[in-house]
């Protein structure tokens, strides 16, 4: 599982994660999720994804924990939206320009807000307003299969059952659920789904959203599938949940590490790079992509993103997957591309994130292979 990759292009890795799940107190299902993620420089991103007329999306963070965190989450669901209605309102009589965008109560309590750049100041004097952050910029990478972690050692004898019933959420570029891999005959729709854009999921892609920047300037960042850059979404949920048996391209039979599980798209990623290949996502759309998918149900939050480590405190994605860990929902996401560049070890967010499962690269399964560190993750 070689990768490569360029300081400052992208860079890639992958990384696969096994974890027990308890479904009935007497049984234990093994589920198979896959990780991917790359990295790239920290800096703030425009909320259109380039440079704008004065105007800034930022995130402000509110003073009372998310619900997540709450013994009585209905009720700190309850008093957080009370604490944005007063925040929004405040906000609106000292910035009447202020669009709001997103809102979150359950893996985090904050405001997403396009405002001008002037204002900054004043919205941070606000009563109740903890920070105001500037979001980043997050890409996606590459991944392969569950040959080389031994997955098909957990399997047994019936492959076909393994994660049944499991619902994995891929936060990444959008997926095609089209693709012969994701085929939703013998499936069928469980309780409460379909969910978002119900046209673009089926009885085994069970949710599809899109979560575009303010101001897109895209045409298909509103879509769940862009059809010109999504590909890389599509290539981690068939390594995490493609159906078992399925024949690729080259005519050799395929199966995702947890075949019979459940998919749900989250398209957080949905700005075109500037080299034109892919998509990139800002942390408050992946910050709302998180909290759909606890709020939906999913139990597994798969994420293909990165960026280097920031300060934890204002580190919104790690704090977000927290409470998500916090609400029952795991997540798994990887160690990251730079195991030098801050010290050996280093580790960079949203692996940084205290409550998820982070997981380094590895190079194969060849038991006559000389051991080293991959130079492509930590």
């Not at 879509?223 to 290539?235: C, L, N, V």
């Not at 798969?302 to 280097?308: A, C, F, M, R, V």
Request: aromatic content about 6%; proline content about 7%.
């Amino acid at each position: 599982m070689a990768s490569r990759g360029i300081r400052g292009g992208r860079s890639d890795w992958h990384a696969c994660h096994v974890r027990a799940w308890s479904t009935d107190r007497r049984s234990v299902w093994i589920l198979v999720t896959a990780a991917v993620v790359a990295l790239l420089a920290f800096v703030p991103a425009a909320a259109s994804g380039k440079p704008d007329r004065g105007l800034r999306e930022v995130v402000v963070s509110l003073a009372a924990p998310p619900a997540a965190h709450a013994s009585d989450r209905h009720g700190a669901t309850l008093r957080i939206a009370e604490e944005q209605a007063r925040f929004v309102e405040l906000l609106r009589r000292a910035v009447p320009s202020a669009t709001v965008r997103w809102r979150y109560q359950v893996v985090a309590n904050g405001v997403t807000v396009v405002v001008p750049q002037s204002s900054l100041p004043t919205i941070r004097a606000l009563p109740g307003v903890r920070s105001v952050d500037a979001p980043v910029r997050y890409r996606a990478a590459r991944a392969t299969g569950p040959r080389e972690v031994g997955a098909q050692g957990l399997w047994g004898a019936a492959l076909e059952n393994q994660g049944q019933g499991m619902k994995i959420a891929i936060i990444d570029d959008g997926l095609d659920q089209t693709h012969r891999y994701f085929d939703p005959a013998g499936y069928t729709m469980p309780a409460g789904f379909p969910k978002g854009q119900k046209t673009f999921t089926t009885a085994k892609v069970i949710v599809a959203r899109a979560f575009p920047p303010a101001r897109p300037a895209w045409k298909n960042a509103l879509r769940p599938f862009d059809p010109e850059h999504s590909d890389h979404a599509t290539h981690v949920a068939g390594i995490a949940a493609g159906n078992a048996a399925t024949k690729a391209t080259g005519g050799e039979l395929v199966s995702g590490v947890a075949p019979r599980a459940f998919i749900g798209n989250y398209k957080a990623l949905t700005i075109p790079t500037d080299s034109g290949v892919g998509l990139d996502g800002n942390a408050p759309e992946i910050v709302a992509a998180i909290e759909a998918a606890v709020k939906d149900g999913m139990d597994v939050i798969n994420l293909s993103i990165g960026e280097p480590e920031i300060e934890p405190s204002r580190d919104l994605v790690a704090l977000a997957l927290d409470a998500a860990a916090a609400a029952g929902v795991v997540s798994v996401v990887a160690a990251g591309n730079d195991f030098t560049s801050f010290g050996r070890g280093s580790v960079t967010s949203p692996g940084t994130s205290a409550a998820s499962i982070t997981v380094a690269a590895t190079a194969g399964g060849d038991p006559e292979a000389i051991p080293e560190i991959a130079g492509y993750s930590s």
